[in-house]
């Protein structure tokens, strides 16, 4: 049944609309190339423009990114959920994403301390972004690199319990196809060297700046589909409550209150959703590690310039692209996810993920010492920064690439999407805006800590005790979900 601009669905009907779950998946797809398209340029870009920039300020300026994200990723989950619209809030995000891409593209009208200007794109995009999660994509300023914040519940409201790891698995294609676009325009981009080109005084045209122009014109294409394509739909039980609530504040203390409320009396299995709140730390912060320091140890371990680090980031995130896609493919079109028991399969791919790390640590049968610090190219292992560039070994970094891309490429895919079916099912038929917006910020709270951590871990002691941690937290979490197999499995059949 339609109402105005929003579709109203009977509670008891269990059935899937296609039609708004691909214009979901094309809202998302087209946010996340916005997005993707920058990937490894950040970093060198900081780098090239404000040489007092340096690791740990990098992780600075991505933990304040991810704060932005996290404060408003629960505004805009409470504002979809009290004017039971998706809408307006996608479009509020994608207003002030315009804004940051314009201040990105000013930034050398800027005569000192532009890293601080960086530092406040991101936290910008970080805001406008946090309608949109993150935790498929490497690059900071792709913070909408998963499904949606507010799409995700709009996802589980359009399908039905049967469909719904197909439905997830669209949006998570959307996404995966921009990990291939982004980088291939990228690679094409890589071709214009800084300073590249004066388009008018102080705007230019380059390797690093190209991405940011094609990303501002995917937004505003972005605003015009959300405006003109995208239906509003809630359940028919809350259609008496929309004149009532929409009178309300949006956002109140008695409010939050209420809701916590509701879900308290509601019938639901807190332990399990605490369970994959804790359990999504791990895919979490393997990515919010490799997106503070992969272009990072690219140039300070293996000696790459800004040019080669794009370049070869871009070429590892096609080849990651290409094989994730061809598993959710496999999830749309062959129904993976009713053939395979999710919740096995987030099991067996959370320890996939963490032997990646075990067999990438740098030994010495399988490293080299780093390659210390160039002056022209402004890349290697400088000792002043520094202190272990004299003994640190490295990793071969094709070994390193093809492996990430041989197993975690359908892991993580996989993972998510397992994990985002499991947590659907266990939250039932209810509205899961909020809920699906605190799974959001326990990815902004790690997204937070991890950035500093990881990039001062690094300038003290370089890789070797990272990837430690890193396999440490994906067994460890393997083991949790092991012991809570058995409970959840009373929810999947």
Not at 115 to 134: D, E, H, T
Not at 196 to 215: E, L, N, V
Not at 220 to 243: G, M
Request: with cysteine.
């Amino acid at each position: 049944m339609n109402n105005g601009d929003s579709l109203v669905v009977p509670d008891s009907e269990d059935t899937t609309n296609w039609r708004l779950i691909i214009v979901a998946g094309i809202v998302s797809a087209l946010n996340a190339v916005e997005n993707s398209v920058v990937g490894m340029g950040e970093w060198p870009y900081m780098k090239e423009i404000d040489k007092d920039a340096t690791a740990q300020f990098f992780g600075m300026a991505t933990s304040a990114s991810k704060c932005g994200h996290a404060l408003f990723a629960l505004v805009f989950s409470i504002w979809s959920y009290k004017t039971h619209s998706v809408k307006i809030p996608l479009l509020a995000s994608r207003l002030i994403a315009i804004v940051a891409c314009m201040i990105y593209l000013s930034i050398e009208y800027v005569p000192d301390g532009k890293r601080y200007v960086l530092m406040s794109v991101y936290i910008l995009l970080g805001i406008a972004n946090s309608s949109f999660r993150s935790h498929e994509n490497y690059s900071k300023l792709s913070v909408s690199s998963g499904a949606t914040t507010v799409l995700r519940g709009y996802i589980a409201m359009c399908s039905s319990t049967q469909d719904r790891p197909r439905a997830f698995a669209v949006i998570g294609l959307s996404i995966i196809v921009s990990i291939v676009v982004g980088p291939m325009l990228q690679l094409i981009f890589s071709s214009i060297p800084y300073p590249g080109y004066q388009i008018i005084a102080g705007i230019r045209f380059h390797i690093y700046s190209a991405p940011i122009w094609f990303s501002f014109i995917l937004t505003i294409l972005t605003v015009f589909f959300i405006a003109f394509f995208l239906q509003d739909v809630h359940r028919a039980s809350t259609e008496s409550k929309l004149e009532e609530e929409s009178a309300r504040p949006i956002i109140s203390v008695e409010q939050i209150k209420d809701i916590i409320s509701k879900l308290k009396r509601s019938n639901l299995d807190w332990r399990l959703i605490a369970v994959c709140l804790f359990v999504k730390i791990a895919g979490t912060f393997s990515h919010a590690t490799m997106q503070s320091i992969m272009s990072i140890l690219f140039m300070v371990q293996y000696g790459w310039s800004g040019t080669e680090t794009v370049r070869m980031g871009s070429m590892l995130m096609v080849g990651f692209g290409v094989l994730s896609c061809v598993v959710l493919l496999l999830y749309i079109f062959c129904r993976l996810g009713q053939i395979l028991p999710q919740e096995k399969v987030f099991l067996v791919c959370t320890i996939a993920s963490g032997c990646v790390f075990l067999i990438t640590y740098p030994y010495e049968f399988n490293s080299s010492p780093v390659v210390l610090y160039n002056e022209t190219t402004h890349a290697g292992c400088n000792p002043l920064e520094y202190s272990w560039c004299e003994t640190a070994m490295a990793v071969n970094p094709y070994f390193f690439m093809i492996l990430t891309i041989l197993v975690s490429a359908p892991s993580i895919p996989m993972m998510h999407t397992a994990l985002d079916t499991v947590y659907s099912r266990i939250l039932g038929n209810v509205d899961q805006s909020v809920a699906q917006g605190a799974m959001t910020i326990v990815d902004d709270i790690v997204f937070m800590v991890t950035p500093v951590f990881t990039t001062t871990l690094f300038t003290l002691l370089g890789v070797g005790p990272l990837w430690i941690i890193k396999s440490s937290v994906f067994f460890a979490i393997a083991a949790v979900w092991f012991l809570n197999l058995k409970k959840i499995r009373t929810h999947m059949y």
